[in-house]
C-alpha cells in the first residue's frame, strides 16, 4: 500500500484534524488516515485518488495540498513568522473575512440600536444578517460534518444554539454569540500557527541553494541537486548547505542548532560539518558525504515530525476522553432542556436572566466545545520537542517526553558515554621486555594485535592500530576473523590462529606465566584494561589500555542526584576498571564485566524494581539495552544514522551535559501538561454546572470557552522557552 501525505489548511483547533481524520477514513481505498493538527499534515496510506481526497477533505471546510505544495508553504509560512499580525492573519483567512463583515454588520446594529435610528423590526433583521454573514461557514462545517462523518461537531451545536436564540428573541446575543466564536477560532488558529513556527524555524535550517566545485569555477545549484562525491564552497557567514568532509581551508563553525554545541568549533580538512551549520569567518571547502534526505538536519526535521504521531500517555487519553464528551454535553443538553418542564415545571422558552431551560440549554451547548481540553497537551509536546531539538536534543514524541519526565534511574553504558571512549596504549609487556613497543617482542606483540583488531570496529582496536603507526608497525590483516562476544577476537594470521581477550578469558583458556599474570591484575587494579595476547602456542604478551572519563561526568551524575535520579553504570570491562570509573564520576552502583545480553537482564532488573528506567548508550552497541529500557536514550548522534533509529531520545553532540537540562524541560512540560488538563476540565465543570443553574449567560460561556483554548495554548507554549 502507498503512503502518501499532505498539508491540511484551515484547521483551527485539534477537533479539525479529528474531522480530517475522520472524513478521509471513510473513503472506499484507504486503509490509514492520520492528520496531525501541529504539523498540518495528513498521512494516508491507501488507493484513492487525490480528487476524492480533496473533495471529501473539503466537504469538512478544509483545503489540501501536495507534498510538494506542503514544503512551499512551510517556507511561505515561515517568511511570515513574527511579521503577520493576528489582522494580518484574518484578512488572508475566508471565514474569518465573514467574521469581520458580519463584524461590522454587527457593529451598524448595536449603533442604530443605540441611537434608536431604525425600528426595532429593522435593527433586529440587521442582528440577524450580521448572524448569517458569520455563521456562513460555520453552518457550513457542522452541517457537512454531520453528512459526512455522521457526528455533529462544535459547528453545528454553534449553530443550534445561535438559532435556538433567534427563536428566543435574543438577537444580539444570537450575532454576538456567533461573531466572538468566529473570531476566537480565529485566534485560536493564528495562536496554533505560531506555535507551528518553531517547527518551521528548524526546516530553515537547511539553506535552499549551494555553491558546488566544478572545474576552477563555482555554480549555484539546488541542494536538492548534489551528489555523494560533489565539492561544495561555503563563505564566510553561509550555512553549510550537506553533511561533508572539510577538504580545504580553516575556519570556526557554528552548529548549536544541530547539536547544541554552546561554542563555534574549529573545522580543518577530515573534520566532519553538518548541514545547517554556520561557517565562520573563513572560506571551506568540503565533499559531500550525504544526500540531501539523508543529512543530519533533514533526519532530525523528519524524526521530528514523526514525532508527533507518537502520542503521549496523557494526550491518548484525552482524545480519548473528548470523544465522548462532546456528545455526552449535547445529550446533558438536550436533557436540560425537555426534562425539567416537562416533570418539574418552569419556563422552557424564558430568558430572562437565565431561567428558560431552554436558554440553559443552549449555553451548554457553547460550552461543549472539546478544543481547550484536545489541544492541551499537544501544543506543550510539540514546544517541548521542538525546544530540546534547538538545543541539540531530539525527542521522539510525546511518550518519550512523558517517561523521561517520570524516569528514577539513569543506567549508563561506561565506554563511550561517562568515559571518552577513545582508549590509548600505556604500556606493552612480555616475560622478556616490559616499557613499550621499541623492543623486538613488544613490537611483534603489537603487529600480531593489530592483524586481528584491524577488522574490529571495538575502541581496544582504534587504541592498538594507532600504537602499530606510531612505531612503524607492519602486520598483516588475519582472515577467518571471529568475536568472541564480550571476550576477545581471533583470527588467522600467517598460518598461526591468534587470540586477543581480556585477562579472564586467558585465566580459563590459555596458560601463562605469574609474571604476566601479576601484571594484569596490577593493571586492572590501577583501572585500566588489560589485553592479552596469544599465538596459537603461547601467551606472547598483554596490552595495558587506559580510558579517561568525561570531563562534564561527575557533573551531570552530581546534578541527576539533586533531581533524585539514581545513577546506575553497566561495564563490559573488569570490576576494578569498573569501579575506578565508579569511583571518579560518582554513581551510585555499578556493575562490571556485563556481556550484551548482561546489560539487558541487568535494565530488565532495574525496570523491575524501579518501574521507570532510562538507559544511556552509543545507540549502536547498546540497542538491546536501550530497547529494554522505559527511555533509551542515545548520545553523538547527529552523525550517526544507527543512533538516531535506536533510542527515544538522542543526544546530537559528544557528551552528556544536554542530559539533566533535557530531563527537567520533560518534567517542565509534564507539569504544563497537568496544569492544562486541571484547567481546561475544571473550568469545562464549573461552566456547565452554571449553565445547568442559570447563572452564566451564552456569551460568557463563549467568552470562557475561547479564554481556555487561549490559555493553555499559551501555557504549552512556555515550554519552547529554557
Not at 62 to 81: H, M, N, S, Y
Not at 149 to 160: A, C, D, H, K, P
Not at 218 to 242: H, K, N, S
Not at 312 to 319: E, K
Amino acid at each position: 500500500m502507498e503512503s502518501r501525505q499532505f498539508n491540511i489548511g484551515n484547521m483551527d483547533c485539534a477537533g479539525c484534524a479529528r474531522e480530517v481524520e475522520n472524513a478521509v477514513g471513510r473513503l472506499d481505498g484507504v486503509r490509514y488516515a492520520h492528520v496531525d493538527f501541529l504539523s498540518n499534515t495528513l498521512q494516508v496510506i491507501g488507493d484513492v485518488e487525490f480528487g476524492r481526497l480533496r473533495k471529501q477533505v473539503e466537504a469538512v471546510g478544509k483545503t489540501i495540498a501536495v507534498d510538494q505544495e506542503t514544503r512551499d508553504e512551510q517556507a511561505d509560512g515561515l517568511k511570515r513568522a513574527g511579521v503577520l499580525g493576528f489582522w494580518d492573519f484574518l484578512v488572508l483567512r475566508p471565514a474569518s473575512r465573514l467574521a469581520l463583515a458580519g463584524g461590522a454588520l454587527l457593529l451598524i446594529a448595536i449603533a442604530a440600536d443605540a441611537l434608536r435610528l431604525l425600528p426595532v423590526d429593522i435593527g433586529n433583521l440587521l442582528y440577524v444578517a450580521a448572524m448569517l454573514v458569520a455563521m456562513k461557514p460555520i453552518a457550513e462545517s457542522g452541517i457537512n460534518a454531520l453528512r459526512v462523518n455522521r457526528e455533529f461537531n462544535i459547528n453545528f451545536l454553534m449553530t443550534v444554539a445561535a438559532l435556538g436564540a433567534l427563536f428566543l428573541g435574543e438577537y444580539l446575543e444570537a450575532a454576538t454569540v456567533i461573531f466572538l466564536f468566529a473570531i476566537g477560532e480565529a485566534l485560536e488558529g493564528y495562536t496554533a500557527d505560531r506555535a507551528r513556527d518553531s517547527l518551521r524555524s528548524l526546516i530553515a535550517l537547511k539553506p535552499p541553494t549551494a555553491h558546488r566545485i566544478v572545474g576552477d569555477q563555482t555554480e549555484v545549484v539546488p541542494v536538492e541537486e548534489l551528489q555523494v562525491g560533489d565539492f561544495v564552497r561555503v563563505l564566510p557567514g553561509e550555512r553549510i548547505p550537506m553533511d561533508g568532509l572539510v577538504t580545504a581551508g580553516q575556519s570556526t563553525v557554528d552548529q548549536a542548532h544541530i547539536t547544541g554545541e554552546s561554542l563555534p568549533l574549529a573545522k580543518a580538512p577530515g573534520a566532519e560539518a553538518f548541514a545547517g551549520s554556520i561557517n565562520g569567518a573563513a572560506v571551506l571547502e568540503l565533499r559531500v558525504s550525504r544526500a540531501s534526505d539523508d543529512c543530519a538536519v533533514s533526519r532530525i526535521i523528519e524524526m521530528l515530525q514523526q514525532a508527533q504521531s507518537r502520542r503521549s500517555p496523557s494526550q491518548r487519553l484525552i482524545d480519548r476522553f473528548a470523544h465522548y464528551y462532546t456528545p455526552a454535553v449535547a445529550l446533558a443538553a438536550l436533557a436540560l432542556a425537555f426534562i425539567p418542564p416537562l416533570f418539574f415545571g418552569g419556563s422552557f422558552w424564558s430568558a430572562a436572566e437565565g431561567t428558560g431551560w431552554f436558554y440553559r440549554a443552549l449555553a451548554m451547548l457553547v460550552i461543549a466545545c472539546p478544543c481547550a481540553l484536545v489541544i492541551s497537551t499537544p501544543v506543550t509536546v510539540i514546544s517541548a520537542i521542538t525546544a530540546a531539538a534547538r538545543r541539540g536534543v531530539l525527542v521522539k514524541g510525546g511518550a518519550p517526553l512523558e517517561t523521561l519526565a517520570g524516569s528514577k534511574v539513569i543506567a549508563f553504558d561506561k565506554t563511550g558515554t561517562l568515559t571518552r571512549g577513545v582508549l590509548s596504549v600505556e604500556a606493552t609487556y612480555t616475560d622478556n621486555c616490559d616499557g613499550g613497543p621499541d623492543c623486538l617482542p613488544c613490537s611483534e606483540l603489537i603487529g600480531l594485535a593489530a592483524s586481528v583488531e584491524a577488522q574490529s570496529a571495538h575502541p581496544f582496536a582504534g587504541a592498538i592500530l594507532a600504537m602499530a603507526a606510531e612505531g612503524n608497525v607492519s602486520y598483516a590483516r588475519a582472515t577467518g576473523v571471529e568475536t568472541l562476544v564480550g571476550q576477545g577476537m581471533r583470527g588467522n594470521v600467517k598460518g598461526q590462529r591468534v587470540t586477543i581477550g581480556s585477562h579472564s578469558y586467558f585465566d580459563d583458556e590459555f596458560g601463562h606465566s605469574a609474571n604476566l599474570c601479576d601484571l594484569a591484575g596490577s593493571i586492572e587494579q590501577a583501572g585500566k584494561s588489560a589485553v592479552m595476547v596469544h599465538d596459537g602456542e603461547e601467551v606472547r604478551g598483554l596490552i595495558a589500555l587506559a580510558d579517561e572519563a568525561r570531563e562534564e561526568s561527575a557533573q551531570v551524575v552530581a546534578e541527576l542526584d539533586k533531581m533524585g535520579i539514581e545513577s546506575v553504570m553497566l561495564s563490559g570491562d573488569n570490576k576494578h576498571v569498573a569501579e575506578w570509573i565508579a569511583e571518579q564520576v560518582g554513581v551510585d552502583r555499578f556493575y562490571g564485566e556485563l556481556l550484551p545480553e548482561d546489560k539487558v537482564t541487568a535494565v530488565e532488573k532495574l525496570v523491575t524494581r524501579h518501574d521507570n528506567v532510562a538507559m544511556v548508550g552509543d545507540g549502536i552497541n547498546d540497542a538491546p539495552a536501550l530497547a529494554r529500557a522505559s527511555v533509551g536514550i542515545a548520545m553523538g548522534g547527529a552523525g550517526s544514522a544507527q543512533a538516531m533509529e535506536t533510542a527515544d531520545v538522542v543526544l546530537l553532540a559528544q557528551g552528556l551535559r544536554q542530559l539533566p537540562r533535557t530531563i527537567k524541560r520533560a518534567r517542565f512540560a509534564r507539569r504544563l501538561i497537568r496544569e492544562n488538563i486541571a484547567l481546561a476540565i475544571g473550568l469545562k465543570a464549573v461552566f456547565l454546572l452554571l449553565a445547568a443553574t442559570g447563572n452564566v449567560t451564552m456569551l460568557a460561556a463563549v467568552f470562557a470557552d475561547m479564554g481556555m483554548s487561549l490559555a493553555v495554548t499559551l501555557n504549552g507554549m512556555r515550554a519552547l522557552r529554557d
